[in-house]
Each structure stands twice: as C-alpha cells, then as structure tokens.
C-alpha cells in the first residue's frame, strides 16, 4: 500500500518561500510510471493542481503558478518536494502531494496547512 | 484549457435518497473523467475513474457515466458516510490537471 506524508513549515512569512516535502513509502518513486504531484486547496475552496515530476526529474506546471514553483525529486530518500517562492497570503492552504498515473490521483497525502503570515 | 463545470453546488438529501451530480467539460474529454470525494479535514479520495470503473474497494452504490462534455456521479441510496464534497477532474487534456468547483453534498 502506497502511502504520501507531507513535511515542512507550517508558517512562513510573505515573500519568503514556501518549502514541503512528501514522503513516498509502499513504492518506489524510481521505478517509473508514475508521475508525483503537488496539489493545494485555499480554505474552505476547491482543488488547486500545482504541478507535478517523473522520478527522472521532467516537471510540469500550472502555468498560473509556474513563474513561482519549483518541484524536485530526491530518488535516494523516495521523495519529492515543492518550493513556490514570494508567498502571500494568497498562497494559505492545504498543500496535498499525490501519485498521479497518467493524471489520476490514487493516492494522496493526508495534507498539511501552510499559513503565510508575519 | 478545459474548464470543469459541476452542478449543483450544493445539494441537500437524505438517507435512502438517490442522488446525482453533473459534471460538463468545456470540451469533449471522451472518457476521460474522475471523480473524488473529499470529507471535512480529509484528502480527497478517488471513486470512479474513466467516467465509469469505480475504484477498488469503493461501495457499488456509486456510479458513473458519459462520455463526450457531459457526465454524472450518481449515488443509488445515499448512507450517513457519504455526506462530502465531490469533485470531477479531467484527464484528457495532458498535461494539465482541472478540477471542478466541487458539489457539497448536505445531510437535509
């Protein structure tokens, strides 16, 4: 059973950058046919797809954020990370990582709120 | 960019009722439509994939169909447990992943 756990600040102050990481446990991110996501969702809102990285290190991005996001991989520790940079306020959420199988989330992280505020 | 359009947004129901929610791409998707369902405080959790192949382990009184624009989640006889928000996704248009604006789904 595959499982996601998201790790990181839980408070960053604006225009500083925004840093999570997901641990993937139950499958290796290296064995390939998969792609890993980020997604976020503003409280009390809708689902926000943030981007995603095959384990060989290809991104996409939501072309909304991709001036701001950085996604990478680390196949060594079987995770994968997010960095958007100068958050605002706009940026508070629920910030989820998930497996994507040919843009099919099975399996997400249980969340983690990010609140950007000085 | 394909835009996702459910409906209603909200939908009040009871225990028993049979319900369904819509979903309307901007574009044909073919098949190419999940749905998820979402608890308070809780990740979002894939049902049906592919407008209609329900997900291993979730309970036969979901369903889906469509194809083209137009789709629908229907749940046969609702149960306390699924009072949640539902959320469409297309997956055709690649790489890009959209979501609905998601259908709350209240006890009435």
């Known amino acids: 059973q595959v499982q996601l756990q998201e790790s990181g600040p839980g408070l960053v102050k604006p225009s500083q950058t925004l840093s999570l990481t997901c641990t993937v446990s139950?499958?290796?991110?290296?064995?390939?046919?998969?792609?890993w996501s980020w997604i976020r969702q503003h409280p009390g809102k809708g689902l926000e797809w943030i981007g995603y990285i095959y384990y060989s290190g290809s991104t996409y991005y939501n072309p909304s954020l991709k001036s701001r996001v950085t996604i990478s991989v680390d196949t060594s520790k079987n995770q994968f990370s997010l960095k958007l940079s100068s958050v605002t306020a706009a940026d508070t959420a629920v910030y989820y990582c998930?497996?994507?199988?040919?843009?099919?989330?099975?399996?997400w992280g249980q969340g983690t709120l990010v609140t950007v505020s000085s | 960019d394909i835009q996702m359009t459910q409906s209603p947004s909200s939908l009040s129901a009871s225990v028993g009722d049979r319900v369904t929610i819509t979903c309307r791409a901007s574009q044909s998707i073919s098949s190419y439509l999940n749905w998820y369902q979402q608890k308070p405080g809780k990740a979002p959790k894939l049902l049906i994939y592919?407008?209609?192949s329900l997900q291993s382990g979730v309970p036969s009184r979901f369903s889906g169909s469509g194809s083209g624009t137009d789709f629908t989640l229907t749940i046969s006889s609702l149960q306390p447990e699924d009072f949640a928000t539902y959320y469409c996704?297309?997956?055709?248009?690649?790489?890009?992943?959209?979501f609905g604006q998601g259908t709350r789904l209240e006890i009435k």
């Open positions: 139950g499958g290796s991110i290296s064995s390939g046919g998969y792609y």
């Open positions: 996704q297309q997956s055709y248009s690649t790489p890009t992943i959209t």
């Open positions: 592919a407008a209609s």
């Open positions: 998930a497996r994507d199988y040919q843009l099919l989330l099975d399996y």
